[in-house]
């Protein structure tokens, strides 16, 4: 049972929203040991196996972990270097969104393991932040940054715009 867990929602077809509720571990179960189980009695069982209700860490769809840790490797000592010969700054730039819509969903993982689930940016509200972070190598770093609250009304911007 911890096994099919592990492999996750999307692995048993369930490819709306990845998490493990009550009903779809009760339909996991009845489909794997063809044995029936109440709400109340998945949740007793969840538990004996040290899983327990969480809320997920969401990540997005497009993250590439392996792609991250070549840039490390390769191309970010070798900015650090070049920075430190010559004394310059450091600048990353970024603009990112959050849905202003609090999570609701839980879903349930062993104890102790946060699982992670990704999203999409869709949603009425949300807010904007571009922000701009200046490094030396024996210098004190520098954040500046921009917020815009969009509440989805008519004509409203959805975007920070080229003066923003």
Not at 54 to 63: I, K, W
Not at 67 to 82: D, E, F, K, N, Y
Not at 113 to 130: D, E, L, M, Q
Request: aromatic share 8%; proline share 4%.
């Amino acid at each position: 049972m911890r096994a099919a867990l592990d492999a996750g929602p999307a692995a048993y077809g369930w490819k709306e929203g990845q998490r493990w509720t009550l009903a779809r571990v009760a339909a996991l179960i009845g489909r794997l040991f063809h044995v029936s189980y109440t709400l109340r009695g998945v949740s007793y069982l969840l538990h004996r196996i040290e899983f327990s209700p969480q809320v997920p860490a969401h990540r997005a769809a497009e993250r590439d972990e392996d792609a991250i840790a070549a840039w490390r490797a390769a191309t970010w000592a070798r900015v650090q270097r070049l920075a430190a010969a010559t004394e310059a700054w450091i600048c990353f730039e970024d603009e990112a969104g959050q849905n202003l819509r609090p999570p609701k969903a839980h879903t349930w993982a062993r104890r102790g393991h946060t699982p992670v689930i990704t999203v999409s940016g869709k949603g009425s509200g949300r807010v904007s932040v571009a922000g701009l972070v200046c490094l030396r190598p024996d210098a004190r770093g520098h954040l500046f940054y921009r917020v815009r609250i969009h509440h989805g009304r008519k004509g409203e911007r959805r975007s920070m715009s080229e003066a923003d």
